[in-house]
C-alpha cells in the first residue's frame, strides 16, 4: 500500500509559476514510476508528466513540455512538479500516482497507476 500527498496548489496569475509536491508513504517508494495528472471540470483525467522509477527518464504531454518539470527526490519520497508559464488552460485538480510499470509509453494512461492522491487545485487567472 503506497499513500500519497499532494500539497503546493493555488491561485496564480497567468505567467506565474509554481511547484506541487507530492509526499509518498507506505510501500518502497524507489520501485514506483511517478506521474501527474488533472482532470478539468467536465473533461477526462488527463496525463501531464511521468518520471521512472530511477528518475532518468521523464516523459511530459505535448502541451507542458518545455514549461512543466517532474522530478523526484528518492531520499524523501517525494515526486515534485514545476510548472513555469502557467496558462488559465492549466486551471484544474492535479493528481499524483504511483505506477509499477516499467514501459514509458504506458506511463501516459491512467488504467496503469496504482495509487493516487487525493489532488491539488491549481487555478490560474488570466
Known amino acids: 500500500q503506497v499513500r500519497l500527498v499532494e500539497s503546493g496548489g493555488g491561485l496564480v496569475q497567468a505567467g506565474d509559476s509554481m511547484r506541487l509536491s507530492c509526499a509518498a508513504s507506505?510501500?518502497?517508494?524507489?520501485?514506483?514510476?511517478m506521474a501527474w495528472f488533472r482532470q478539468a471540470p467536465g473533461k477526462e483525467r488527463e496525463f501531464v508528466a511521468a518520471?521512472?522509477?530511477?528518475?532518468?527518464?521523464?516523459y511530459y504531454t505535448d502541451s507542458v513540455r518545455g514549461r512543466f518539470t517532474i522530478s523526484r527526490d528518492n531520499a524523501k519520497n517525494t515526486v515534485y512538479l514545476q510548472m513555469n508559464s502557467l496558462k488559465p488552460e492549466d486551471t484544474a485538480p492535479y493528481y499524483c500516482?504511483?505506477?509499477?510499470?516499467?514501459?514509458?509509453?504506458?506511463?501516459?494512461?491512467?488504467?496503469?497507476?496504482?495509487?493516487w492522491g487525493q489532488g491539488t487545485q491549481v487555478t490560474v487567472s488570466s
Open positions: 507506505g510501500q518502497s517508494f524507489i520501485t514506483y514510476s
Open positions: 500516482a504511483a505506477s509499477k510499470t516499467r514501459l514509458l509509453p504506458l506511463l501516459k494512461l491512467a488504467r496503469n497507476y496504482d495509487y
Open positions: 518520471i521512472t522509477w530511477t528518475g532518468g527518464t521523464t
